[in-house]
T-cell receptor, first 115, second 114 residues
């Protein structure tokens, strides 16, 4: 069975600073990886996903993530954050070969951007 | 304008009562899902359905029931057997339910048991 660990429950950062949200996964088979964002009292919105090909994936709102198979990581980065990026971010994984797309989520990282 | 709607946004229930949460999608997706979100625990899968008239239990199905009579609708009933139902409930859908299909989420229903 697969699992996802988000290494930081909260990340405070100042506006215009870079940020990295860390995600590690474990799985015995190939995986497909996702980052979602959730604003307060709302549903989740897909930021980006890795299915195959280039290990550097670009998403919406200037975010990007890099798939590192040897370190089983999929860290999310943004070079310069805005106040509007304040939200909770979830890393999720689907194991290949399963009969359906069961997403396994990490515990979430709350990003707070200070002025 | 395609998307997923959930109603109500907020729901209050007395202990011992069953309540039903609505989820409707007009994306023409085959697969639909229900997740429960608790602070610091991420999202956990309650039930999923890959096709009309068929559904499967997820990781935490005890105390919940679902139906899938129409492609666009996947209501969730929280029964009195669910011991700790206060949570944020999210419905999602994907085109075919395959492992490369993106899941799209509704805005959620916050259930509080009084």
């Amino acid at each position: 069975a697969q699992s996802v660990t988000q290494l930081d429950s909260q990340v405070p950062v100042f506006e215009e600073a870079p940020v990295e949200l860390r995600c590690n996964y474990s799985s015995s088979v190939s995986v497909y990886l996702f980052w979602y964002v959730q604003y307060p009292n709302q549903g989740l919105q897909l930021l980006l996903k890795y299915l195959s090909g280039s290990t550097l994936v670009k998403g919406i709102n200037g975010f990007e993530a890099e798939f590192n198979k040897s370190q089983t990581s999929f860290h999310l980065r943004k070079p310069s954050v805005h106040i509007s990026d304040t939200a909770e971010y979830f890393c999720a994984v689907i194991a290949g070969g399963t009969s359906y797309g069961k997403l396994t989520f990490g515990q979430g990282t709350i990003l707070t951007v200070h002025p | 304008d395609g998307g997923i709607t959930q109603s109500p946004k907020y729901l209050f229930r007395k202990e011992g009562q069953n309540v039903t949460l609505s989820c409707e999608q007009n994306l023409n997706h085959d697969a639909m899902y229900w997740y429960r979100q608790d602070p610091g625990q991420g999202l956990r899968l309650i039930y999923y359905s890959q096709i009309v008239n068929d559904f499967q239990k997820g990781d935490i199905a005890e105390g919940y029931s679902v139906s899938r009579e129409k492609k666009e609708s996947f209501p969730l009933t929280v029964t009195s057997a669910q011991k700790n139902p206060t949570a944020f409930y999210l419905c999602a859908s994907s085109s075919r339910g395959g492992f490369t299909d993106t899941q799209y989420f509704g805005p959620g229903t916050r259930l509080t048991v009084l």
